[in-house]
Nanobody, 119 residues
């Protein structure tokens, strides 16, 4: 069973910060990696940031230097700290978990949380 629950979205002004949190409930699977995606109106869902391990992170070029992804193993959460937000960051943000069992991998998604940045 895999369940992901996001929180922390909202409406902010350009230049402000938001912190998204994803609480994962995962049993029966091993975790390959977790991350955050976003989808703006009329656009495809895109990868924002991914964390594989404490030293293994990936960021989209558009958020490098502004966003930080972190994972707290004890609470099984993955957070996305978003600083210096821009209007183009407006989107629904989805938590993603890529998990494996019996040599097969699967993707799971949260329900999404809206982030709106006004300019």
């Amino acid at each position: 069973q895999v369940q992901l629950m996001e929180s922390g979205g909202g409406l902010v002004q350009a230049g402000e910060s938001l912190r998204l949190s994803c609480t994962a409930s995962i049993s029966g699977f091993s975790i390959n990696h977790m991350g955050w995606y976003r989808q703006a109106p009329g656009k495809q869902r895109e990868l924002v940031a991914r964390i594989i391990s404490a030293d293994g992170t990936y960021y989209a070029d558009s958020v490098k230097g502004r966003f930080t992804i972190s994972r707290e193993y004890a609470r099984n959460t993955v957070d996305l700290q978003m600083n210096s937000l821009k209007s183009e960051d407006t989107a629904v943000y989805y938590c993603n978990a890529n998990v494996r069992r019996d040599a097969r991998s699967y993707n799971y998604w949260g329900q999404g949380t809206q982030v709106t940045v006004s300019s």
